[in-house]
């Protein structure tokens, strides 16, 4: 593990992945990316960490979603700063091609986080905002869809992640790119 923390930083982004595989055709991966996010509220940066079973066509998840607010980096000072995460179990279809890999899968998680309510003042005229803060925990239905390039002799490929929360707090839609690495 702490190998791969080391990896993340001297790579840093847009994503890192890494697998191992046994001759009955199981994978076992963890992955990184970056992204962007959209939803009722708000739009910003997306952080993906996951890790993934891949056995036969069948296609496990774990994953941790940090959705971060654009606004949150206005020098100004908007607050509350915005912020979800969106934990999921996921359970899909793997596709796997010569070239590529494509999966769907659906779960389910929680949505933890603060968003901004009611406006409350405003501190002059390059002062800051202030809003009510409202902490949200809800249920949510993760769906993710994703398309990657295997790589060849384990060097590393090029993938992408779409993914939805349903929930009844804020609905979160958005992408994550990845660089993919093989062990």
């Not at 206005?74 to 899909?92: A, M, R, S, T």
């Not at 793997?94 to 409350?120: C, D, H, P």
């Not at 993938?159 to 929360?165: A, D, E, K, Q, W």
């Amino acid at each position: 593990m702490k190998n791969l923390l080391v990896l993340v930083f001297l790579v840093s982004f847009p994503s890192i992945y890494c697998q191992t595989s046994n001759e009955n055709n199981n994978k076992l991966s963890g992955a990184l990316g970056i992204g962007g996010y959209f939803s009722n509220y708000s739009n910003g940066l997306a952080l993906n960490i996951g890790a993934n079973y891949l056995k036969n066509k069948n296609y496990w998840k774990l994953r941790l979603i940090w959705d971060y607010d654009i606004n949150n980096f206005n020098i100004w000072g908007i607050k509350p700063k915005e912020q979800y995460y969106d934990i999921g179990i996921l359970y899909g279809k793997l596709f796997n091609k010569k070239t590529y890999r494509a999966y769907i899968s659906a779960g389910l998680g929680v949505l933890a986080g603060v968003k901004r309510g009611e406006f409350l003042y405003s501190s002059g005229l390059m002062g800051s905002s202030q809003y009510e803060a409202e902490h949200i925990f809800a249920p949510t239905i993760p769906l993710e869809i994703g398309l990657s390039s295997i790589p060849k002799k384990n060097i590393g490929g090029i993938g992408i992640t779409g993914f939805v929360n349903l929930n009844i707090e804020n609905i979160l839609v958005g992408f994550i790119i990845k660089l993919e690495f093989g062990i």
